[in-house]
């Protein structure tokens, strides 16, 4: 079974710090991405990564930065975490090549920057 | 750019048929997918659609219309635990991440008995 693993499930982190949020799929997936979901907003792109070393801006990049130095792992690093990164984080993963069933997604850390 | 609506919510009774509609404008079309997400779960994917028509699995159904830009998601039979969040996904043009979806806000559907 293809799996998409996330680090925490629920994290709290103080305002200011430095907050690494992992994501590993075990599929060989070409492409890794970062969301996060917010009510009313939907899932928002973040950073995806097409290769190994490789990044791209999503629509949010402000406040994040990522890191693809395996091809099984995509980090997501908030420099100095704010109140309003609180969200929910997906990360999801994909072939390269069309395929049908679009991305595998993780379960989610849901963060609590306080 | 890319823009994908769906309602915010709807509700709809045990044992009935609901209809949840997605239209979109995107800058190239390469797919449309539906996602169901229980509340404070990942996304799980659904249905696919590529060409105009319906394509149907089990009580799901999902329908494309390229032309219009739209589609719909057919829930029938429904049971109390189809109470999700259900998201349209539209997956554009080719680019380095040539598999990239945009996705609409997602509709919360409550079923009640």
């Known amino acids: 079974d293809v799996k998409v693993t996330q680090s925490s499930r629920y994290l709290v982190k103080r305002t200011g710090e430095k907050v690494f949020l992992e994501c590993v799929q075990d599929?060989?997936?070409?492409?890794m991405f970062w969301y996060r979901q917010d009510p009313g907003l939907g899932l928002r792109l973040i950073y995806f990564?097409?290769?190994?070393?490789?990044?791209e801006k999503g629509d949010i990049p402000e406040g994040y930065s990522v890191s693809r130095e395996k091809k099984e792992r995509f980090s997501l690093i908030l420099e100095s975490a704010s109140t309003n990164q609180t969200s929910m984080y997906l990360c999801?993963?994909?072939?390269?090549?069309?395929?049908?069933?679009?991305?595998?997604f993780g379960s989610g850390t849901r963060l609590t920057v306080v | 750019g890319q823009n994908i609506d769906q309602p915010t919510e709807m509700t709809a009774t045990e044992g009935a048929i609901v209809q949840i509609n997605c239209t979109y404008q995107?800058?190239?079309?390469?797919?449309l997918f539906w996602y169901q997400q229980h509340a404070g779960e990942a996304p799980t994917f659904l249905s696919y659609?590529?060409?105009?028509g319906l394509e149907e699995k089990g009580r799901f159904s999902s329908f494309l219309s390229r032309s219009k830009g739209y589609s719909y998601l057919l829930l029938k039979e429904l049971q109390m635990k189809d109470s999700a969040s259900y998201l349209c996904?539209?997956?554009?043009?080719?680019?380095?991440?040539?598999?990239?979806?945009?996705f609409g806000g997602g509709t919360r559907l409550m079923v009640k008995p």
């Open positions: 999801a993963s994909s072939l390269s090549i069309t395929e049908d069933y679009g991305y595998t």
């Open positions: 599929m060989d997936h070409e492409n």
């Open positions: 990564s097409y290769d190994v070393k490789m990044k």
């Open positions: 995107t800058s190239g079309f390469n797919g």
């Open positions: 659609n590529v060409l105009d």
């Open positions: 996904a539209v997956r554009g043009e080719n680019n380095n991440a040539g598999n990239m979806l945009t």
